[in-house]
């Protein structure tokens, strides 16, 4: 009887001990993902400086008049580009979509040609291959929308608290760490803000790189292609720049779709398309980015591809978003504090 009495306690424990941990294991995910909507409030409080201290300092007004400004001048500007500019990307997006099975039947014909010639046997069925590619980007797609649908009134929720939390962030400097710093022991202030300050530095450093890049990647790649004669240059183009926020992954898929439909024109215009593509990443990666970050935030390849992976998987397409500001404050923030209290 005491056999099965303590049998039944250590089962009983053991079953505390794993309820507890899942309890733990949720609350702290559900921490992280308050940490991590904070962390979007600051990046947007971090863009919106950028204006808001120009106003506040070149015109005198207060930082409270500066941010209405910026605010309404940004607004604008979105407003604008959504009237003159979206309705033509996505009605190139939509015609590029239906002419994917004419360009199919197109870059058959063109590599079973070329495969008939060098005297191969294979014959490859582009149509059917682009057809599963859409069917499951379809499915997927479809997926994500009507899970998008169904979490609308708490995404919209969350994003309005985005807001408000970053415009009250944007109200104080925000390189400031006076806020910060007062809640550490006096002796520990001038190092927190310190810290801060460097953090801060390189996340605005990070955001206008990040932007600088975009803005100028998209604008090549549009001229690019409305040169070299590929077809919805201003739809592509733009989503070579939004892609180019994903480092490593983005810019290489949004060579994809121009690149099918030079090579269903001519082999040649597929050639001109990837000497694009390897200019503006030669642009990027050896004077954009240099010249706009200075250095500030370095990460190798591999740990960026890893937690652009992660923070995929945690957080959908925010977290793959700010994967990379994310881990270079957790490396700054490791070196900092584990490796230089080590090395004393």
């Not at 009605?91 to 191969?120: D, T, W």
């Not at 201003?234 to 994903?246: D, K, M, Q, R, T």
Request: with cysteine; charged share 10%; hydrophobic share 60%.
């Amino acid at each position: 009887m005491s056999a099965i009495s303590g049998d039944l306690k250590r089962t009983f424990l053991i079953t505390l001990v794993v309820l507890a941990t899942a309890l733990g294991v949720y609350a702290l995910i559900k921490v992280i993902n308050l940490l991590f909507l904070v962390f979007l409030a600051l990046l947007i409080s971090i863009f919106l400086s950028f204006f808001v201290n120009f106003f506040a300092e070149k015109l005198k007004i207060p930082r409270g008049v500066a941010l209405a400004i910026s605010l309404v001048l940004l607004l604008s500007v979105v407003v604008l580009f959504v009237v003159t500019l979206v309705p033509v990307v996505i009605s190139q997006g939509q015609r590029a979509l239906e002419q994917l099975p004419a360009l199919a039947v197109k870059l058959q014909e063109m590599i079973n040609s070329f495969l008939s010639k060098i005297g191969s046997d294979m014959y490859v069925e582009v149509d059917e291959l682009i057809r599963n590619a859409v069917s499951k980007g379809g499915a997927f797609l479809s997926r994500g929308i009507f899970a998008a649908v169904g979490k609308g009134v708490y995404v919209a929720m969350q994003a309005l608290v985005l807001i408000v939390v970053a415009i009250y962030f944007s109200l104080s400097r925000i390189d400031d760490p006076t806020p910060i710093a007062k809640f550490f022991p006096p002796a520990k202030r001038e190092r927190v803000s310190w810290v801060y300050v460097n953090i801060i530095k390189k996340l605005r450093a990070w955001l206008m790189g990040q932007l600088f890049s975009m803005t100028v990647i998209a604008f090549m790649y549009s001229v690019g292609l409305t040169i070299i004669g590929v077809p919805y240059s201003l739809f592509f183009g733009i989503l070579a720049g939004a892609l180019c926020f994903v480092p490593y992954v983005g810019p290489p898929a949004s060579t994809v779709g121009p690149l099918l439909f030079a090579l269903a024109e001519s082999p040649i215009k597929g050639v001109w398309v990837l000497v694009l593509y390897a200019a503006s990443q030669t642009l990027e990666s050896y004077f954009l980015t240099p010249l706009v970050m200075r250095h500030q935030v370095k990460l190798h390849p591999i740990v960026t591809i890893v937690s652009i992976m992660a923070m995929g998987q945690l957080f959908g397409v925010l977290g793959v978003a700010v994967a990379v500001p994310t881990v270079a404050v957790g490396q700054f923030l490791f070196e900092e504090i584990f490796v230089k209290s080590v090395a004393k």
